[in-house]
Nanobody, 128 residues
Framework: QVQLVESGGGLVQAGGSLRLSCVASGRTFSDYSVGWFRQPTGKEREFVAAANWSGRSTVYGASVKGRFTISRDDAKNTVYLQMNRLKPEDTAVYFC?????????????????????WGQGTQVTVSS
């Protein structure tokens, strides 16, 4: 089992940047694929980005592709989400998630049901 704790959220102006971190504890973090999702107030949780166990394979949601980057540092048991050129519509609670299945496919990595463990979320607010 693994526990996930996100940090790095906050208030930023449109066009600015933030880097979210998700620290894992428990089992060996390199065994897991990871993902980031977000949930705007009153809306469903949506896919943002995902990376396989090595970090070499990644996939992004259409609305963030080219602006956000997912990366991982297994030595630090941490996955990051670098968010650039932020827009007001990026405002949401951001969650990281971990998948213990060794088989990774980009299509299934976009689905919330793929993931076994979730963090508590961190709020990102982008002002116009």
């Amino acid at each position: 089992q693994v526990q996930l704790v996100e940090s790095g959220g906050g208030l930023v102006q449109a066009g600015g940047s933030l880097r979210l971190s998700c620290v894992a504890s428990g089992r060996t973090f390199s065994d897991y694929s990871v993902g980031w999702f977000r949930q705007p107030t009153g809306k469903e949780r949506e896919f943002v980005a995902a990376a396989n166990w090595s970090g070499r394979s990644t996939v992004y949601g259409a609305s963030v592709k080219g602006r956000f980057t997912i990366s991982r540092d297994d030595a630090k048991n941490t996955v990051y989400l670098q968010m650039n050129r932020l827009k007001p519509e990026d405002t949401a609670v951001y969650f990281c998630a971990a998948d213990e299945d060794a088989l990774w496919e980009g299509s299934t990595a976009m689905l919330t049901v793929t993931y076994d463990y979730w963090g508590q979320g961190t709020q990102v607010t982008v002002s116009s």
